[in-house]
Nanobody, 127 residues
């Protein structure tokens, strides 16, 4: 069982930056593909970025491409989401998710493909 804990959310002005972290329990973090999702009030949860188990493959939603960067440190069991040039429309609860993928697997894009979820961290971008 993998437990995920997000941190790093907060209130920031438009144009600012935040770095989210998600730390996982367990010894097999390096075999899990990871994803960052977000859910704004009244909207469905959507994928923001995904990364494969070794960190060599990444995916970004079009709305964040060029502004957000997903990365991971398999020694520290942590995945990061660096968010730059934040916009008010980035305001949401951000969740990290994990799914076992093997050591040479790819990443996952669908909500239903992820088995493990964190509790979420609020990001609020003021205009």
């Amino acid at each position: 069982q993998v437990q995920l804990v997000e941190s790093g959310g907060g209130l920031v002005q438009a144009g600012g930056s935040l770095r989210l972290s998600c730390t996982a329990s367990g010894r097999t973090f390096s075999s899990y593909a990871m994803g960052w999702f977000r859910q704004a009030r009244g909207k469905e949860r959507e994928l923001v970025a995904a990364i494969n188990s070794r960190g060599g493959l990444t995916y970004y939603a079009g709305s964040v491409k060029g502004r957000f960067t997903i990365s991971r440190d398999n020694v520290k069991n942590t995945v990061f989401l660096q968010m730059n040039s934040l916009k008010p429309e980035d305001t949401a609860v951000y969740y990290c998710a994990a799914q076992s993928a093997g050591y040479s697997g790819g990443y996952f894009l669908g909500i239903s493909e992820y088995e493990h979820w964190g509790q979420g961290t609020q990001v609020t971008v003021s205009s």
